[in-house]
Nanobody
Framework: QVQLVESGGGLVQPGGSLRLSCAASGSIASRNTMGWYRQAPGKQRELVAT???????VYADSVKGRFTISRDNPKNTVYLQMNSLKYEDTAVYYCHVRVTIVWSASDYWGQGTQVTVSS
């Protein structure tokens, strides 16, 4: 089974930076989309950013220009560089991988890492 392990969360002040990492292991196809979602207390889980195997990226409007997603394909690792952090960025951040083969898709989730922005 596919496993995702996140790291890099923590407590930062507004305007600070963090870099999240997620390493995937198991049966990961070479063609896939990796990304980050987050869930704040009392809110639904929402997309933060995704990146395909080919490097195509998608960002939520709320983080565009502040966050940068990247990946290291040989290591099956995805990163999220978070700059200019705001209070509203506080959430549990979940790593996600989607593998699509023909007409089927499989989704995998990490356990999450807490990001807290506080003064």
């Amino acid at each position: 089974q596919v496993q995702l392990v996140e790291s890099g969360g923590g407590l930062v002040q507004p305007g600070g930076s963090l870099r999240l990492s997620c390493a995937a292991s198991g049966s990961i196809a070479s063609r896939n989309t990796m990304g980050w979602y987050r869930q704040a207390p009392g809110k639904q889980r929402e997309l933060v950013a995704t990146i395909t195997s080919g490097g195509y990226t998608v960002y939520a409007d709320s983080v565009k220009g502040r966050f940068t997603i990247s990946r290291d394909n040989p290591k099956n690792t995805v990163y999220l560089q978070m700059n200019s952090l705001k209070y509203e960025d506080t959430a549990v951040y979940y790593c996600h991988v989607r593998v699509t083969i023909v007409w089927s898709a499989s989704d995998y989730w990490g356990q999450g890492t807490q990001v807290t922005v506080s003064s």
